[in-house]
């Protein structure tokens, strides 16, 4: 089973960025699609984007298009998220999660999640 740390949160302006971490244990990480999930108080859990266990494939929630972008270094068992032009409606917590072996971009087909990271944008 995968287990996943986040990092890499903290307090932005709005136009800042931020790259998000997600650190995996076990061989088995680069076998899994991988995705990015967001909660602000008050809110259900969101999807924000998702990425085929090759990187070979991205998607992405309509609201974050264009200025984020999700990656992986299977090498280093990580996962990533870049946040460009940070607004403060994309303020929340960020919390990384285990998908299936095939691709999918179902928040239902994902679990295993880790802690999350807090986002904070100030405007």
């Known amino acids: 089973q995968v287990q996943l740390v986040e990092s890499g949160g903290g307090l932005v302006q709005a136009g800042g960025s931020l790259r998000l971490s997600c650190a995996a244990s076990?061989?088995?990480?680069?076998?899994?699609?991988m995705g990015w999930f967001r909660q602000a108080p008050g809110k259900e859990r969101e999807f924000v984007a998702a990425?085929?266990?090759?990187?070979?494939?991205?998607d992405y929630a309509d609201s974050v298009k264009g200025r984020f972008t999700i990656s992986r270094d299977n090498a280093k068992n990580t996962l990533y998220l870049q946040m460009n032009s940070l607004k403060p409606e994309d303020a929340a917590v960020y919390y990384c999660?285990?998908?299936?072996?095939?691709?999918?971009?179902?928040?239902?087909?994902?679990?295993?999640w880790g802690q999350g990271t807090q986002v904070t944008v100030s405007s």
């Open positions: 990425i085929r266990s090759n990187g070979g494939s991205t």
């Open positions: 999660a285990v998908g299936p072996r095939y691709y999918s971009a179902r928040p239902s087909d994902f679990g295993s």
């Open positions: 076990g061989r088995t990480f680069g076998t899994y699609t």
